[in-house]
């Protein structure tokens, strides 16, 4: 059951405004134990909350919050913008409680707009310091435009940034980072200190590994121990101790299990869905899923003079119109930043005839790299195709929806992306052989001798002798295209001409082309 207090701390809001106090110390957790460290001084005032009033005896917090949002910031089907319900939600909480803080635990960026591919991140940049966050941490995927891109992302005008094991190698550059290890802040009667931890990067495989995310920035991946610093370092000083956590779900949960002192911790990375906070000894773990699908809603009722913890109560809610208002300043937001992609968002590229399987989609795919690319193969990999479609017709933004990029390693084109490598017929040969659940479109009759320009995925361009035995290139990759250019690509060409993205190749390429299936199996042609 919620606080009745909520409602009478609102009766103190016109007269007890007192400033937002940040205390930052760049000089935590300095290499004597190794552990990295972000911080800058930071001194803020704003008449963000109340002031503590001296006869309370409670005092109600609420935490509004989300994580990994990937740039779902478009209008849907509502005609509303997630980002703005999101808005809307937390305005409704904080007229409630004044005492309400907006938090994200990070991976704002990718899978989600046109907008940001086409901007390189600018428009996700923009939505971001847009909304007010109080606190929020960096994700994998907020590295993915480059380290320029992330400085800018990190400055943010209103909101604490946190990346407690990341900083810059040189403490003297011009270039300086926006994050910060620690803050504390003063919210009404109670004090609350911060810390955030970012996630292992991952490389073209997909795979989570450690090292730098860019060689200008240095990350600690022993959490436990930048944990346990934190907490020895600063336990005393706050009422409640708050880790934004960019760790997934289960390393949460060890951090918690290892620790004491933690009193929340704000969760991400993992996108999972919790309907209920994860209890692990004085601990709670809230994680609420990806993609602004939900949004989490935590009142703790806090005993103001034993300086405790009373209650606390959890709503898990849809991020719907009728939970969640649009706010009317980040939805003229939205339509500001994404004015100059509203062709790209809502223009057709392609029709569609047929129910396209993730199977047929991924052929698509590898057609329109033969056909765009001037190349002589392609192969594709089903399992990187994220939807299926519907017969009608497609924007840009539906194509990214299906062949969604993700840059791994962060910088650099995504782990999906095609890459364009020469080989020989025999090389060719051994790609179909080796990668027989991939579509493929290309010739039937391979001349083991003769040259051939073949475009496969990321993972296999740089490890072709884990994929094929032997390294099939003649040279070494090139980066071609982003599987979701090639296929608006095609779509364009095949929609000037009055056909269908699946429409049936023409009768003299019907011989030469064909589905590649395992060798030995009935072969039929492409379709």
């Not at 991140?121 to 960096?138: C, E, K, P």
Request: proline share 6%; hydrophobic share 40%.
């Amino acid at each position: 059951m919620r606080s009745v207090y909520r409602g009478s701390l609102a009766l103190f809001f016109p007269f007890f405004l007192i400033g937002l106090y940040i205390e930052s110390n760049p000089n935590h957790l300095r290499p004597a134990s190794d552990t990295l460290t972000a911080g800058r001084p930071v001194v803020r005032m704003s008449p963000r909350w109340p002031g503590c009033y001296a006869k309370s005896r409670s005092q109600t917090l609420s935490f509004v919050h989300v994580s990994d949002v990937h740039a779902h910031y478009n209008p849907d089907a509502s005609g509303s913008s997630p980002l703005a319900r999101l808005k809307g939600f937390y305005e409704r909480t904080r007229r409630e409680n004044p005492f309400t803080l907006l938090t994200n635990a990070g991976d704002d960026y990718e899978k989600g707009s046109i907008a940001e591919a086409l901007s390189r991140g600018r428009t996700t940049r923009q939505l971001v310091q847009a909304m007010g966050y109080d606190v929020r941490t960096l994700g994998n995927h907020d590295f993915a435009w480059g380290l320029e891109e992330l400085l800018a992302f990190s400055r943010d005008p209103t909101a604490i940034v946190l990346a407690t094991n990341t900083r810059m190698l040189d403490d003297k550059s011009a270039a300086k980072p926006g994050w910060t290890d620690y803050a504390a802040l003063e919210v009404g009667c109670v004090r609350i200190g911060f810390f955030g931890l970012v996630s292992r990067p991952w490389n073209e495989r997909d795979e989570a590994y450690d090292g730098a995310y860019f060689p200008e920035l240095r990350s600690d991946f022993r959490h436990l121990e930048t944990a346990r610093e934190i907490i020895a370092r600063h336990r005393q000083e706050v009422d409640l101790l708050v880790l934004v956590s960019h760790l997934g779900l289960d390393e949460d949960i060890r951090l918690a299990e290892h620790t004491d002192g933690i009193d929340l911790i704000l969760g991400g990375h993992s996108h999972s869905v919790e309907p209920r906070p994860v209890e692990v000894k004085d601990t709670l773990i809230l994680h609420v899923g990806a993609n602004l699908e939900h949004i989490g809603r935590l009142d703790i009722d806090f005993d103001v003079r034993g300086r405790r913890i009373r209650s606390r109560a959890f709503d898990l809610v849809p991020n719907l119109e009728e939970h969640a208002p649009p706010d009317p300043v980040i939805a003229a937001a939205v339509t500001r930043v994404l004015a100059p992609y509203r062709e790209e968002l809502t223009a057709e590229v392609a029709r569609i005839h047929t129910h396209q399987s993730k199977d047929s989609m991924a052929r698509i795919a590898a057609r329109a790299a033969v056909e765009t690319l001037g190349l002589d193969a392609a192969l594709v990999g089903a399992h990187t195709v994220w939807t299926n479609w519907q017969p009608g017709t497609l924007t840009q933004q539906a194509v990214l929806d299906a062949y969604r990029v993700e840059r791994e390693p962060v910088g650099e084109p995504g782990f999906s992306s095609l890459y364009r490598i020469e080989v020989t017929g025999a090389g060719l040969r051994r790609a179909w052989e080796a990668l027989a659940d991939f579509a493929y479109w290309g010739p039937l009759d391979i001349d083991p001798d003769a040259r051939y320009t073949l475009a496969i995925q990321k993972p296999q361009a740089f490890h072709q002798s884990e994929f094929f035995g032997w390294e099939i290139g003649n040279r070494p990759p090139e980066p071609a295209t982003e599987l979701w250019e090639a296929v608006v690509a095609y779509g364009r060409a095949r929609a000037r001409a009055g056909l269908a993205l699946d429409a049936e190749p023409s009768e003299d390429r019907v011989q030469d082309l064909l589905a590649l299936s395992p060798p030995g199996t009935a072969r039929t042609p492409i379709r």
